[in-house]
């Protein structure tokens, strides 16, 4: 088993999508939104059965609280995943 990449979005799903496509997220990686990717977090979860994660901070400072099926990420948790990561790609 490979280990999983990690994705970290900052802004909403449809910036990306001209760059990016579901089908680029490998079985086990994970999608972890930060900043504005936070506003439209069903979105991120319609497109992706993936992990996804949310920075705690990020949804705090947006007044957002996180789907039932997003898991909220403090700092240590989050350098904890990059850690778990074979590689990171920022969005």
Same mark, same amino acid.
């Given at each position: 088993?490979?280990?999983?990449?990690?994705?970290?979005?900052?802004?909403?799903?449809?910036?990306?999508?001209?760059?990016? #496509?579901?089908?680029?997220?490998?079985?086990?990686?994970?999608?972890?939104?930060?900043?504005?990717?936070?506003?439209? /977090?069903?979105?991120?979860?319609?497109l992706s059965?993936?992990?996804?994660?949310?920075?705690s901070v990020?949804?705090?400072?947006?007044?957002?609280?996180?789907?039932?099926?997003?898991?909220?990420? #403090? #700092? /240590? /948790?989050?350098?904890?995943?990059?850690?778990?990561?074979?590689? =990171?790609? =920022?969005?």
């Amino acid at each position: 088993m490979s280990l999983p990449t990690l994705h970290i979005f900052s802004k909403p799903v449809s910036y990306y999508k001209a760059a990016f #496509d579901a089908s680029l997220l490998g079985e086990q990686d994970v999608l972890l939104l930060t900043r504005d990717a936070c506003y439209d /977090q069903r979105a991120w979860c319609a497109l992706s059965a993936n992990r996804t994660c949310m920075l705690s901070v990020c949804a705090l400072a947006r007044g957002i609280n996180a789907l039932d099926n997003i898991e909220l990420l #403090d #700092d /240590q /948790q989050w350098i904890t995943l990059v850690e778990q990561c074979q590689k =990171t790609i =920022t969005w």
